[in-house]
Nanobody, 123 residues
Framework: QVQLVESGGGLVQAGDSLRLSCAAS????????MGWFRQAPGKEREFVAL????????YYADSVKGRFTISRDNAKNTGYLQLNSLEPDDTAFYYC????????????????WGQGTQVTVSS
């Protein structure tokens, strides 16, 4: 099972950008689909984006489509989430997740999770 560690969160202003990183270890990273979820205070955790192990396909929540970009560098065992045109509603704890299969992401139940990183967007 892969272990995941996120970094790159912070406090930014509306319209700014951030890049989150997800460093993986413990297993063959390219075997795993990788995704990002987020959870805002008082809200349920929600899916943000997903990328297949090979990087051949990506999927996004409608709320971030066109603003966020998920990518990965399997040679570096690292995944990324580029957040552009940030809005106050993007404020949340962002979690990286991994699973050998894609379907668990649809139910929010991938097997591996990072500890999360806080993103705060001020207006």
């Amino acid at each position: 099972q892969v272990q995941l560690v996120e970094s790159g969160g912070g406090l930014v202003q509306a319209g700014d950008s951030l890049r989150l990183s997800c460093a993986a270890s413990g297993d063959t990273f390219s075997d795993y689909a990788m995704g990002w979820f987020r959870q805002a205070p008082g809200k349920e955790r929600e899916f943000v984006a997903l990328i297949r192990g090979s990087g051949s396909a990506t999927y996004y929540a409608d709320s971030v489509k066109g603003r966020f970009t998920i990518s990965r560098d399997n040679a570096k065992n690292t995944g990324y989430l580029q957040l552009n045109s940030l809005e106050p509603d993007d404020t949340a704890f962002y979690y990286c997740a991994g699973d050998l299969w894609v379907p668990p992401f649809a139910s929010g139940t991938p097997r591996s999770w990072g500890q999360g990183t806080q993103v705060t967007v001020s207006s």
